[in-house]
């Protein structure tokens, strides 16, 4: 049974900096895509961001490009979000995920449905 945990989430004020953690169990981590994915109140679950099987690769969605950094410690077994210049329109909870595969690339790491395995979520609050 693969278990998905973050940490890390709370209140920030604009322009601020958060560090969000996933620690994985259950199946080998390093096999597989890992995915960060947001959702604000009434708004759709939104992909953020995904690092390849050995962090080769990352991918961004365009609102968070150059202001948050995805990383992986395989040894840890957890992926993590550095989120800097943090917006207002940043709020929401911020859901970890591990894909099927071990490698995507460009619009394909974002797919949700690629997605097996998701965490309970960490709030993300950032204010004006």
């Known amino acids: 049974q693969v278990q998905l945990v973050e940490s890390g989430g709370g209140l920030v004020q604009a322009g601020g900096s958060l560090r969000l953690s996933c620690a994985a169990s259950g199946r080998t981590f390093s096999n597989y895509v890992m995915g960060w994915f947001r959702q604000a109140p009434g708004k759709k679950r939104e992909f953020v961001a995904a690092?390849?099987?050995?962090?080769?690769?990352?991918y961004y969605a365009d609102s968070v490009k150059g202001r948050f950094t995805i990383s992986r410690d395989n040894a840890k077994n957890t992926v993590y979000l550095q989120m800097n210049s943090l917006k207002p329109e940043d709020t929401a909870v911020y859901y970890c995920a591990q894909s099927g595969n071990s490698y995507c690339s460009g619009a394909g790491c974002g797919r949700i449905w690629e997605y097996n395995y998701w965490g309970q979520g960490t709030q993300v609050t950032v204010s004006s």
């Open positions: 690092i390849t099987w050995n962090g080769g690769r990352t």
